[in-house]
C-alpha cells in the first residue's frame, strides 16, 4: 500500500479544503487535538514516562534518526524496523534538549540520567545522547509502533470523512 501523502508526479496526497475547514475548524481541530493526544498518552504510557520526561525521549528519539532521515536514501534494509548502524545513527546534548524544549539545563540533566540508567537512551561518548540501537524493533515487535499508526490513520480518515482534507492525484 502506498503512502497517500506522497508528493511525486501522479501520486495521491492529501489536500487541505480551505473552504470546508472554515465551515468545520471546530470538528477538525478536536479530531487533531484529540488524535495526538491519545498518540502521546500511549506512547507515553508505554514508555512509562512522565510529561516532560516523554518530550526530553522523543527529542531525543528524534535526534537519533535525523541523520538517517535527513540523507540521501540510504540502504533500503534501514527503511524498515532493522536496527541502524552507526553512520547513520545522530545524538544530541543536554544543552540542546534544554534549548529546544526550553526546560532549564538542570532538569534535563536529571531527566537524560534518570533515563540513562533505565536503559530508555545511552551516551556512546560524552555529550552523544541517543536511543539505543534496536528501539524501533523492539517497538514494532510489541505490536506498539503499528498500533500508534493506525490511530494516526484513523485521524486522517476522520478528516477525509469530515471533507476537511480530500485524497487528489495530480499528474
Do not use: W
Amino acid at each position: 500500500m502506498r503512502d497517500q501523502a506522497t508528493t511525486g508526479q501522479g501520486q495521491p496526497r492529501l489536500e487541505l479544503d480551505a473552504k470546508v475547514f472554515a465551515n468545520c475548524e471546530r470538528l477538525v481541530g478536536y479530531e487533531v487535538c484529540n488524535g495526538l493526544l491519545m498518540l502521546n498518552l500511549e506512547f507515553q504510557k508505554y514508555l512509562g514516562l512522565r510529561v516532560e520526561e516523554y518530550q526530553v525521549y522523543m527529542l531525543i528519539l528524534m535526534s537519533s534518526v535525523q541523520r538517517y532521515v535527513r540523507g540521501t536514501e540510504g540502504d533500503p534494509l534501514y527503511k524498515s524496523s532493522a536496527p541502524l548502524p552507526d553512520e547513520f545513527s545522530s545524538s544530541i546534548s543536554r544543552r540542546r534538549i534544554s534549548e529546544v524544549l526550553d526546560i532549564p539545563f538542570e532538569t534535563v540533566r536529571r531527566i537524560v540520567n534518570d533515563m540513562l540508567a533505565r536503559g530508555l537512551i545511552v551516551e556512546p561518548k560524552r555529550g552523544a545522547i541517543m536511543t539505543p540501537r534496536g528501539t524501533l524493533q523492539k517497538m514494532s515487535e510489541s505490536g506498539k509502533h503499528e498500533q500508534l499508526i493506525r490511530r494516526f490513520v484513523a485521524t486522517a480518515n476522520t478528516l477525509v470523512r469530515l471533507e476537511a482534507i480530500d485524497v487528489i492525484t495530480r499528474d
